[in-house]
């Protein structure tokens, strides 16, 4: 079972490009679609998935908003 305290040197190589790529496409000057293009296969990678599942599994990560369970509506 994944351990999500204990990455993979990959994991992390791939948790770092997410963050530099999200950083230049959203908050510089210099923001590329070259950016969006490499965020969108390392969001969808089997291995950020799995440990993404294990970090939210272990209630260390937010809950996606279209994963969660859907609010009962009051009158």
């Known amino acids: 079972m994944l351990n999500p305290l204990q990455p993979s040197p990959a994991i992390l190589c791939k948790l770092a490009s997410i963050a530099v790529h999200a950083d230049e496409y959203l908050?510089?000057?210099q923001?590329?679609?070259y950016d969006l293009d490499a965020l969108i296969p390392l969001l969808t990678d089997a291995d950020v998935l799995t440990w993404l599942a294990?970090?939210?599994e272990a209630g260390m990560a937010p809950v996606?908003?279209?994963a969660a369970p859907k609010k009962s509506k009051r009158k």
Do not use: G, N
Request: hydrophobic share 35%; proline share 0%; charged share 15%.
């Open 27 to 29: 908050l510089t000057a």
């Open 64 to 66: 996606k908003r279209s």
């Open 31 to 33: 923001s590329h679609q």
């Open 54 to 56: 294990a970090m939210t």
